[in-house]
């Protein structure tokens, strides 16, 4: 038995939810899942009873509830007693890159929905979109050149960092990886070959809802 719940959107589409959801699966968190598909009606009905920004993620653990997905990853970080890198100095960097993609790459996540199941789709290149890819690319290649030698993870190890950027692979897998240099495509691969997140994957792609909003980039 489980204590903690993690209410979550589609699986294809919410990739706010996909970040505490795979952290919990590499800490070995044991979790139940409620799934409310994003703007539907059952959405609308279900979400106030679980979330005061009426948003998922949310985790809830007993009588506490956790929003927004940055604090459920330091919670369920300091719940399972690892989760970030043991050096402080990385520990902070991994805290620092956290920080900023939930802060920041809207460009790239406005123009890259989230959409796992789709393929070789592809939208206009702006100069927004191509600033935030630089700098994705900048940022992966940081981590990897200084942390390969412990693993193939941002800080060798798996870290709540790279909870917080694998739904990026799946919108390069999307929308392609053009402006990724060697390290980027190679930790990409990592990210889209993680056998932790197969079952997401497999879900995803038997989920019959559409998000039109989301499904952008068609031929
Ligand atoms: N800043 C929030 C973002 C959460 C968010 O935007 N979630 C989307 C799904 S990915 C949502 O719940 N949308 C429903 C709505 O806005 O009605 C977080 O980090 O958890």
């Known amino acids: 038995m489980t204590d903690l719940t993690l209410v979550i959107g589609n699986r294809n589409y919410s990739s706010w939810s996909l970040r505490p959801w795979i952290l ?12 409310l598909p994003l703007d539907t ?26 929003w927004e997905s940055i604090a459920i990853v330091e919670y369920v970080v300091e719940k399972a007693g690892r989760g970030w890198p043991a050096d402080r100095a990385a520990r902070a960097h991994a805290r620092s890159v956290s920080a900023e993609m939930h802060a920041g790459f809207g460009a790239l996540r406005e123009a890259y929905p989230m959409n796992i199941r789709a393929r070789d789709r592809r939208v206009p290149m702006t ?49 392609g990886a053009e402006g990724l240099g060697a390290l980027s495509l190679a930790y990409l691969r990592t990210v889209l070959d993680d056998p932790l997140l197969r079952p997401w994957v497999e879900a995803a792609e038997t989920e019959t809802e559409r998000a039109a909003g989301d499904d952008v980039g068609l031929a």
């Open 24 to 35: 919990l699966r590499h800490l070995g968190l044991p979790f139940r899942e409620v799934r």
């Open 127 to 175: 100069e927004p979109l191509a600033a935030a890819i630089r700098r994705l690319d900048a940022l992966w290649t940081d981590c990897r050149n200084h942390h390969a030698a412990g693993g193939p993870w941002l800080f060798g190890e798996y870290s709540a960092a790279d909870a917080m950027y694998a739904p990026v692979a799946f919108r390069f897998q999307t929308y």
């Open 41 to 66: 009606p059952e959405f609308h009905r279900e979400i106030e009873h679980w979330s005061p920004t009426g948003k998922v993620p949310v985790l809830i653990d007993g009588a506490l509830r956790v």
